[in-house]
């Protein structure tokens, strides 16, 4: 190593802030991306929790002939219904029954709560199945 | 530089880097997004290229991810470490060789974070397979501008204060 320790002016440089306005816009211009990727795009799995736990998972697609399932939730049964790559809360033992009014959902993300009782159903997965088991650092 | 103080040099720029991510992790994480990590260790290899050259830069980030696997026992971590710090590295040299009228150490230091944080995700995306990883590429891309400026001042804060010592 023939280098020697540079002496340097440490000061900064005009390419600094333009670094800093790049890495910037890249962030925004990713996450609009990310966002349309996202968004719009049918998830392929129902998963249904009973108080944060998960207590069944159904796959959601195309052409699925309408079926009803019922889970036993905190206070009563709440029956959902799957179709064509859809679900929807269908009855529910509960006072207000926002979430029979929520509708249909089939986008990834999108999700239907029963607070009362405590049933939460998620849309999720996407073009690859299988999620994310653990993450290191 | 004589060989004795240039493996002197190298073995204080790696653990100085090692006992960074030491600190580092007893810190708590900046955000919930995994690999979202303030980079302490970068400073080592900041210091190595601008101290001593890309040589020794290089041969810092190498040995400190090794060691740093070794330590932590983890070889999926250590393969992690190695790309993004392989990476970041690379860029940071090329940047310094060829921009230097143009960057200072603040600007290559923000470049190496975002190119760290970049290449992790794509590692970490050929181990898992699963594309949902890049949902956290925005957040990855914005935490590397506030990373890489505190990582970029720290190091020439420290070379500012070993200038006039003779290292080299």
Redesign the interface.
Known sequence: ????????S???????????VL??A???A??VV?ARA?AGEKGSLAVVEVNGREVRRVTLGAGQARRAITVDGWQGPSTFEIENGRVRMAASDCRDKVCVGMGWIDTRGRSIVCLPNRVVIRVTG???A????T??? | ?APTR?VTNLALLVSTGLVLSIIE?TLPPLLPV??A?LGLANIAAVLAL????P??ALEVTLLRCLVGGLLRG?V??LF?SLSGGLASTLVMIILFLL?D???????VS??GA?THNAAQLAA?YLL????????Y???L??V??PT??FVGFAS?RV??SL?GL???
């Open positions: 190593m023939s280098r020697k320790t540079r002496t340097r440490w000061k900064l440089r005009a390419g600094d802030f333009v670094i800093v890495v910037a890249a962030a925004a990713s996450m990310v996202g996407g073009r690859k299988g999620n994310v088991d993450v290191t650092e | 530089m240039r992790s995994p690999g990590k601008y101290l001593f050259g040589g020794m983890s999926v971590g992690l921009a009228r143009l960057l200072s150490v603040v600007g923000v470049a975002l970490a898992v397979q699963n594309a949902a990883l890049f949902y590429l925005p957040y891309i914005l590397s501008v890489g400026l020439r070379a500012l200038e003779s290292l080299a």
